[in-house]
């Protein structure tokens, strides 16, 4: 989602949760990029202000580059027709962080292709492991082979195994990266807005293992309040999850539908 977009709506869904009427009222990093501002000035009916800068936490480090590789290589074969198998349904993953810098990527999917469809029919139900070769290199790859009922038709999807939480090294590299930017905004509540735009992972998990140094500590009293907002599935509806991080967490959750209004907010 856009980050203009996105900041909008996200501050419709904080209105909604918190009972106040922010809007954006100026965009300080449009101006002179060079300056290195924030990215958005909200004030609300009575000139209370807010001053909102927004960054995107992967889940996982590189999480942008391996999604492209991905996504030209294993993910490009969903329901290729040479790949669904009669009476089943598929599900390959290969490991994050697999596909390395100079691979030719058409090459490798059509490894990827080739090795799968010769291989797929014969394999037996359930769990299995293959490995395909291209270019002197060795992807794994993880099967799933599901039998499905008579009415259902068989299909071949793909994902990437999830490495697990990476720790705290993200928010604190955000922190450091965001913090001073608002902290020049002393007439105004500082919030520092942490999107997740990816299934895996929360940005919860990895905030919560901050260490609680004197670094961590002088960080965050420059600011007022951390939020993180949802956004994996903006894709296919244009729905947004979000909730209060710190001083506070998860005592405010709710989610806006950005096209039909529609507003849902977790019961205390």
């Known amino acids: 989602m856009d980050q203009k977009d996105l900041i909008i709506g996200w501050l419709k869904l904080y209105n909604l949760l918190n009972g106040t009427s922010y809007t954006v009222i100026d965009r300080p990093d449009e101006k002179e990029r060079r300056l290195q501002d924030i990215d958005a000035l909200c004030q609300d009916s009575s000139g209370n202000r807010l001053a909102a800068e927004h960054t ?113 090294d993200l928010i604190l590299t955000a922190l450091k990266a965001k913090v001073p930017k608002l902290a020049r905004y002393y007439d105004a509540k500082k919030l520092l807005l942490l999107e997740k735009d990816a299934i895996a992972g929360t940005v919860e998990s990895q905030f919560e293992k901050l260490p609680n140094n004197s670094e961590t500590q002088s960080l965050l009293q420059q600011i007022d309040m951390i939020w993180g907002v949802n956004t994996a599935g903006t894709f296919s509806a244009p729905v947004i999850f979000s909730n209060d991080i710190w001083p506070t967490i998860r005592t405010k959750v709710g989610s806006l539908d950005l096209s039909t209004g529609k507003f849902w907010q977790r019961p205390n």
């Open 56 to 168: 995107l936490i992967q889940p996982f480090m590189g999480a942008k580059e391996d999604d492209a590789r991905f996504l030209r290589t294993l993910a490009d074969l969903e329901d290729n027709p040479a790949l669904i198998v009669l009476g089943f349904t598929i599900h390959v993953s290969q490991p994050v962080a697999s596909v390395p810098k100079g691979i030719q990527w058409d090459a490798l999917r059509q490894d990827i292709l080739n090795t799968l469809a010769t291989a797929l029919p014969s394999l037996p139900a359930g769990a299995s492991q293959l490995n395909a070769s291209s270019q002197g290199i060795i992807i794994p790859l993880a099967v799933w082979k599901n039998p499905v009922e008579l009415s259902e038709v068989p299909t071949f999807k793909t994902g990437r195994i999830w490495p697990g939480d990476p720790g705290p």
